[in-house]
Nanobody, 125 residues
């Protein structure tokens, strides 16, 4: 069993910053062996890719909409992946989910097999 628990969401003004965390656990889950990703879902919209980091942290992929503003990172010793979000915009408002990566197109939800319950991020204008 794999558990992913997000935290760090909240209400912030446009131009502000937040750092999301995702703590991973599971008796047979070797965190350092898996890519990890972040997605988000706004009301009435499909879940969309935000970022992915490889198990070595050598490769990071970002959606065009967040490139240059968001940074994904991980600390394998803490079984935790982070999403630093700067210069937030109202259109970043969504529930943010972390997920465990598997083979596939990194921007597709099918390339992830376990998901957290999400954390709400609200950006006011």
């Amino acid at each position: 069993q794999v558990q992913l628990v997000e935290s760090g969401g909240g209400l912030v003004q446009a131009g502000g910053s937040l750092r999301l965390s995702c703590a991973a656990s599971g008796r047979t889950f070797t965190f350092s062996s898996y890519d990890m990703g972040w997605f988000r879902q706004a009301p009435g919209k499909e879940r969309e890719f935000v970022a992915r980091i490889s198990w070595t942290a050598n490769t990071r992929n970002y959606a065009d909409s967040v490139q240059g503003r968001f940074t994904i990172s991980r600390v394998n010793a803490k079984n935790t992946v982070y999403l630093q979000m700067n210069n937030l915009k109202p259109e970043d408002t969504a529930v943010y989910y972390c997920a465990r990566g598997i083979a596939g197109v990194v921007s597709s939800t099918s390339a992830y097999d376990y998901w957290g319950q999400g954390t709400q991020v609200t950006v006011s204008s």
